[in-house]
């Protein structure tokens, strides 16, 4: 079983900045993709930013230029610099993991860690 651990969520005011991370542990355990998903109260989960083993990087419109994702896939983790934070960034923000384990194919989340802006 693939475990998912965040850390780095908080309570930050407009223009500041957090550093998200998110270590996975398990056997046999080869990531295809890393990432970050974000929750509001009352809204769908929503996609931040991934990164695939190869280093491509994906981002939401909403956060390019503001957010940079990071991966060490030979440690098993991936973080997100989150600069410029604005109100509307408040949210739960999930670690997400695409891969595989012990050669089947795995899709994982973490337990999720809060991000407040306040204005």
């Known amino acids: 079983q693939v475990q998912l651990v965040e850390s780095g969520g908080g309570l930050v005011q407009a223009g500041g900045s957090l550093r998200l991370s998110c270590v996975a542990s398990g056997s046999l355990l080869t990531i295809k993709v890393m990432g970050w998903y974000r929750q509001a109260p009352g809204k769908r989960r929503e996609l931040v930013a991934t990164?695939?083993?190869?280093?491509?990087?994906n981002y939401a419109d909403s956060v390019k230029g503001r957010f940079t994702i990071s991966g060490d896939f030979a440690k098993n983790t991936v973080n997100l610099q989150m600069n410029s934070l604005k109100p509307e960034d408040t949210a739960v923000y999930y670690c997400y993991l695409q891969g595989w384990q012990s050669a089947l194919p795995t899709d994982s989340w973490g337990q999720g860690t809060q991000v407040t802006v306040s204005s």
């Open positions: 990164i695939t083993s190869g280093g491509s990087t």
